[in-house]
């Protein structure tokens, strides 16, 4: 359990994974002296928990108790009722080394190829209209236009970028297995595709190709801890930051 300078968050670490929905119930969580939790929400993977509270006091004593928070098992486990755990806000300042500097903004500079995967939705939502929002995003990161006309996209896909696709400087393209639903649903007209075969929704790479076949990106991800939980069907993309 800690807090990290601010006196309202509070990030609690579980033994194991667990479920979504008991774990990011408020209620599942209470600080004695007089303390609200707010809000749960999972930090960066499914055993972290980050809770928005009331504000506490430094250098004073609370007792965190946690119940009906089930594990990830096919016969989930769930939490002894009521398991505590006390802890003491520390008033020490924050080690500037621990501070994360703001993302380097995409450009040039970071990678060795103008053109770059900046997205990647592996999960999607199971919707009730059966729109397929499945997705990769390229970026190009050049001050100046990208042709890439004959590049292709491989890994768990494939796509073939047919002639005339030319990226704009600093523009994005959404590569979609059913560009129909990308453009209803999210109301974009730069949308290509469909591509054959499906991205895995577990783990997998995805790989931008030039024209003699030489990679020019890959991206590997995962449903597995440390990757973000919230990509793993929940609506959330992947994005390079």
Same mark, same amino acid.
């Given at each position: ?17 667990v ?5 990011t119930a ?9 303390? $609200?939790? =707010?809000?749960? *929400? !999972?930090?960066?993977?499914t055993?972290?928990? +980050?809770?928005?509270? %009331? ?13 009906n ?7 989930p ?14 008033? $020490?300042? =924050?080690?500037? *080394? !621990? ?6 903004? +995409?450009?040039?500079? %970071? ?34 236009f ?35 639903d ?12 469909p ?42 993309s992947?994005?390079?930051?």
């Amino acid at each position: 359990m800690g807090s990290l300078g601010d006196p309202q968050i509070f990030t609690v670490i579980l033994s194991e994974p667990v479920e979504t929905v008991s774990a990011t119930a408020p209620g599942s969580y209470t600080i004695d002296n007089g303390i $609200t939790v =707010l809000s749960a *929400a !999972f930090g960066t993977d499914t055993r972290t928990i +980050i809770l928005t509270t %009331t504000p506490m006091m430094t250098q004073r004593t609370y007792t965190l108790a946690v119940s009906n928070v089930r594990d990830r098992a096919t016969t989930p486990n769930v939490i002894l009722p009521n398991t505590q755990r006390a802890f003491t806000l520390d008033s $020490t300042p =924050l080690d500037i *080394a !621990f501070v994360r500097p703001a993302p380097e903004p +995409i450009g040039p500079s %970071t990678r060795h190829g103008p053109v770059l995967i900046s997205e990647i939705m592996y999960h999607p939502t199971n919707r009730v209209d059966g729109r397929n929002l499945e997705f990769i995003e390229l970026f190009n990161s050049n001050p100046y236009f990208e042709d890439i006309s004959g590049f292709w996209l491989g890994g768990g896909i494939d796509f073939t970028f047919p002639s005339n696709t030319v990226l704009a400087a600093r523009s994005y393209l959404v590569i979609a297995a059913a560009p129909a639903d990308i453009q209803s649903i999210y109301g974009i007209t730069n949308v290509v595709g469909p591509y054959t075969n499906k991205l895995s929704n577990s783990s997998g790479t995805v790989r931008l190709r030039n024209r003699q076949g030489g990679i020019v990106f890959e991206a590997n991800y995962s449903s597995d801890p440390p990757w973000p939980a919230a990509a793993d069907g929940a609506g959330h993309s992947l994005v390079l930051a």
